[in-house]
């Protein structure tokens, strides 16, 4: 099993056009920043920041067949909670994504920043086979880095250390982010929604493009008990894998 999170395969799959465009523009490579939550608002939560990961896509595209890099970031964040049986375990996350936005004469040509919350849950669960029976339960607006975004929450089965969890998700649509687009996901199990729903909305309104990225603390290490779909699509976390003797320590982190 390879340690994954769920949000990954937002940046591989939402930006497979993009990087079409771009090889046909000349423009080879394309960075986001960083962002994370406001050091405040993890200490208040619970919620510590784990890592930032580098998440590139590379396409080989055009007749020449040359290699467009689109990379994305991941800022990680988690925080243990009684597992039950399981004892204490990085049982919720909290993950801020950046994506480049591209704009050519005025268009916008990243398909993340027009996606819905259902359209980046579809593909979140066609990246990731840990995960069925979504539902969608509802939406309600958030503000995030002064501007006024969707956020929807869903429910679903996700496979924890080979067991099935009942989880909340939550995942809004994106905002700008100085250069770039910005989508956050909380993930953690629905009996812990009266603690960790307001939690959510706490760390979602606290994002900052001002990372802290000293503020890491190395801790995530967890498989997230699913399978990646296979795809052409090379994504960066390979680096950042470990091996499988390593314990889950984590609901889909």
Known sequence: MKRRTLIAGVGAAGLAGLSGCLGMLGLAEHESSPAGVEAAAREETGYEQTAIEALPIERDVGPTDETVTVTNH???????IDMGLLGSRRGAIF????????????????????????ELMDLVRSNYDGISNISRVEDS???????????????????FDG????????ITEAVEADEDLLVTIGVYPQYARDQEEPNIE?????????VDEDASTGDSGSDDGGNESSDNETDGSSDNETDDNESDDGVLG
């Not at 991941?74 to 243990?80: A, G, N, P």
């Not at 880095?145 to 496979?159: C, N």
Request: proline share 3%.
């Open 141 to 159: 607006d958030i503000t995030i880095l002064e501007q006024t975004t969707t956020k929807t929450q869903f429910t679903a089965d996700a496979e």
């Open 163 to 170: 067991q099935s969890v009942d989880v909340d998700i939550h």
């Open 74 to 80: 991941m800022t990680k964040h988690e925080k243990s």
């Open 95 to 118: 993950n801020v994504l950046t994506t480049p936005q591209v704009s050519i004469v005025g268009r916008e040509l990243n398909p993340v920043g027009e996606m819905s919350t259902q």
């Open 202 to 210: 706490t760390v979602t309104e606290a994002v900052t493009t001002e």
